[in-house]
Every structure is written in C-alpha cells, then in structure tokens.
C-alpha cells in the first residue's frame, strides 16, 4: 500500500515538474520567435540601403563616365596627397613716411 502513495507522488511531482519545463519552453520559444522576427525586420532594412547604395554608385559611375573623366581622377580630389602644400609666403608690412615737418 505505501508503495502506491509513493508512486502517486512520484507520479504527482513529474507532472508538475513537466508542466513546469513546458511553460519555460513555450516562453523561450516565444522570445526566440520574437528575436528571429527583429533579425528579419534588420536584414530586410540593411538590404535595402544596400541596394540604395548601389544604385547611387552606379549613378555616380555613370555620371562620371558620361562626362569623360575617369573614376581616379574623381576620387584623387578626395585623397590627400604626399605632397605638403606649399606655404604661403608673408606679405611685407609696408609703411608709408609721411612728410609733415
């Protein structure tokens, strides 16, 4: 006889305990769903600026070749180059006499 009221409270703490564990899963599996939709909504964002950002290149691209220069010498306005650039020379202070005497 006692090994029935043991069994049943075996059996009574396995399925709290199981019940227990699902609820877990099913919260986890909620957030999990919920994260997987935010990488989706992301990715979807970052594809199309991508693909803005091509098009602009390709725009820039075309723009550039139509109007007979080359992609180097456009970028090369952007690009420092090695060269210092060349000091100005000071203006002389010039004063002017004046003959009051």
Do not use: C, H
């Amino acid at each position: 006889m006692e090994s029935f009221i043991k069994a049943d409270v075996f059996f009574f703490v396995t399925t709290v305990a199981i019940v227990i564990v699902t609820v877990l899963l099913i919260v986890a599996l909620y957030y999990f769903i919920r994260f997987a939709r935010n990488i989706y909504l992301v990715s979807n964002d970052v594809k199309s600026e991508v693909d803005a950002v091509v098009k602009a290149v390709r725009t820039t691209r075309q723009f550039i070749e139509e109007k007979g220069g080359s992609a180097i010498r456009f970028v090369s306005r952007f690009i420092p180059t090695d060269t210092p650039p060349e000091k100005k020379k000071a203006k002389k202070k010039v004063t002017v006499k004046s003959n009051e005497e």
